[in-house]
């Protein structure tokens, strides 16, 4: 004998997917007949779906002065749990159906950092020499713990051991320098010597969040290997910023709040478009810390990744 399941409560209580989009297109739009053209439907049954939403929910949504409808506080709360609710099932929807079409979709994992400082500004170039592949991009610190369901094709990252059943192909060794804004050398000639770099407002990345990366540098041990081993630490010095957000980091030393350290594959870029400069030729070559282009096997013959595989390795060469 089968077993029926019991009445889900949750479920027979939840308004209506056809109401919420409704009620998501009226606040984003603030206007009914607006929402209506933009679905499609007419301004009636916008103003249908909104009040049967009210009457289930005990409450207005909304306060119409005019043609103009204002959000009260119940619904602006709902609006924006709705609408992030309907933007992933988009999103869900989307990828279910690039799936089965004839385009190709690749996913690529890196760092934040990676992602913003390097990647972004290189994308274009991809795309418009494949424009069959599309590419989608996940980033995070924690390559080790991703979340059920994520299984990139190409990961780049410093954790060679990342994952039974991926190839891996030795990219660089890092290499890490100071960099500051032209004006901020320009204000503090000082800092043309380690001594006087070592008393600027030193912005630092802290690895919280990071201990899966190995290998991290902060300006004690950056000066550590550079044979200066200052008795206070960077810490407890008076000028010191640090985050565990290295796109934070650069931007406030690219806006002239300090020095911070520079990964070369990150900055150089911006090292030769003037936006940053060194103020010191030293430097220090991480090398034990490679970064790896780390592709799945079952992908490693596959056309669309190989090239993705290949202009990967290109932009670093």
Known sequence: MTKRSQPDQSLIAMPSFKAMRSFVAAAKYRNFTRAAEALCVTQAAISRQIRELETHLGTELFVRSGREVMLTPSGAALFDAAQLSLLNIFQATERIRRQKSDKRTLTLCCSPAMSTLWLSRRMHSFFSANPDLDVNIITTQHFL????????????????????????????????????????????????????????????????????????????????????????????????????????????ALDGQGVALGWDHLVRDMVREGRLVRPVAEELTLSEALQYLIVKEEKADDPACLRLKAWLIAQFA
Not at 181 to 204: C, F, M, Q, W
Not at 230 to 239: G, K, M, N, V
């Open 145 to 252: 713990a991703l979340e059920p369901g994520i299984d990139p094709d190409i990961f780049v990252t410093k954790i060679f051991d990342l994952r039974p059943g991926y190839l891996r192909t030795p990219l660089f060794h890092e290499v890490v320098y100071p960099v500051c804004s032209p004006g901020y050398l320009n204000a503090h000639p000082e800092l043309k010597t380690l001594e006087g770099i070592r008393n600027s407002v030193l912005l630092d990345l802290n690895p919280y969040g990071r201990a899966q990366l190995t290998e991290h540098v902060d300006w004690d041990a950056w000066f550590a290997l550079q044979a200066r081993d200052w008795p206070l630490a960077a810490s407890d010095h008076s000028h010191y910023f640090t985050s565990n957000d290295y796109g934070l980091v650069v931007q406030m």
